[in-house]
Structures are given as structure tokens and as C-alpha cells.
């Protein structure tokens, strides 16, 4: 199964679908991204780049509302806060301050521009 992602006019992702193999292929049997992309647009309009499941090309796996970057060659999810920076190596995003690394388990505060360490619930 290929999976392909259907762009909108900003390179941001509509929706991803599943298409078999055997309308992905060919005459040789080869995939070929350019030929799934033509069917999907055949079958329901739009514009439409391939996506890995398995992230072995384009950095991620594609998912509504991340933006494709055409110059990076890759799908970047949306900014989860405003403080936080792109990272181009990664293509992730990374807050402005490193998360501790001591084992607990923490959360962004934007507000305070800072990690808050996440107290267990107890019964």
C-alpha cells in the first residue's frame, strides 16, 4: 500500500489516503510517486505528493494540517507553541528551553516559557 497526501494551494495537508499498489506501478512493475499522485488526482481532484508510513522519505509521515516544504523536501507538523523554534536539521520543532533530563516526566508552560514537571495522579 502507498500512501499520498493531498496538498492544499499553501502546501498544507487536506487529508491522506490509501492507495494499493497496483495503482502506484509501471508496465515494469516499479512504483513511481508521479503515477499514484496522477491517480489520485483522477479519482477525486486536488494535488497530491506521496507520504511514508514508515518515515523513510519526506521525514514524516503526512497528517492533516502539517505543511509540506517544498526547499526542505519534507512534511512539518504545525507549531505547537509560539515561543518554540524550527529546527531545520530535524525539521521539528524544539522549545526554547532544553527539557530536563532527569528521568521525570514534563509539559510546556508558555506562559512561563518554561518545562513543569507533571505531578503522578494518585488515587
Given at each position: 500500500?502507498?500512501?499520498?497526501?493531498?496538498?492544499?494551494?499553501?502546501?498544507?495537508?487536506?487529508?491522506?489516503?490509501?492507495?494499493?499498489?497496483?495503482d502506484?506501478?509501471?508496465?515494469n512493475g516499479?512504483?513511481?510517486?508521479?503515477?499514484g499522485a496522477?491517480f489520485?488526482q483522477?479519482?477525486?481532484?486536488?494535488?497530491?505528493?506521496?507520504?511514508?508510513?514508515?518515515?523513510k522519505?519526506?521525514?514524516?509521515?503526512?497528517?492533516?494540517?502539517?505543511?509540506?516544504?517544498?526547499?526542505?523536501?519534507?512534511f512539518?507538523?504545525?507549531k505547537?507553541?509560539?515561543?518554540?523554534?524550527?529546527?531545520?536539521?530535524?525539521?521539528?520543532?524544539?522549545?526554547?528551553?532544553?527539557?530536563?533530563n532527569?528521568?521525570?516526566?514534563?509539559?510546556?508552560d508558555?506562559?512561563?516559557?518554561?518545562?513543569?514537571?507533571?505531578?503522578?495522579?494518585?488515587?
Open positions: 500500500m502507498a500512501h499520498f497526501a493531498e496538498l492544499d494551494d499553501n502546501n498544507v495537508v487536506k487529508r491522506v489516503i490509501v492507495v494499493d499498489n497496483k502506484t506501478v509501471d508496465e516499479n512504483e513511481v510517486e508521479a503515477i496522477a489520485c483522477n479519482l477525486l481532484g486536488g494535488r497530491w505528493i506521496q507520504t511514508s508510513y514508515n518515515n522519505f519526506r521525514v514524516r509521515y503526512a497528517a492533516q494540517g502539517y505543511t509540506y516544504d517544498t526547499s526542505l523536501d519534507a512539518i507538523s504545525p505547537p507553541y509560539p515561543s518554540w523554534i524550527f529546527d531545520q536539521t530535524t525539521c521539528g520543532w524544539n522549545a526554547p528551553v532544553p527539557v530536563p532527569d528521568g521525570k516526566r514534563y509539559d510546556w508558555e506562559e512561563a516559557l518554561s518545562w513543569v514537571e507533571v505531578q503522578p495522579v494518585t488515587n
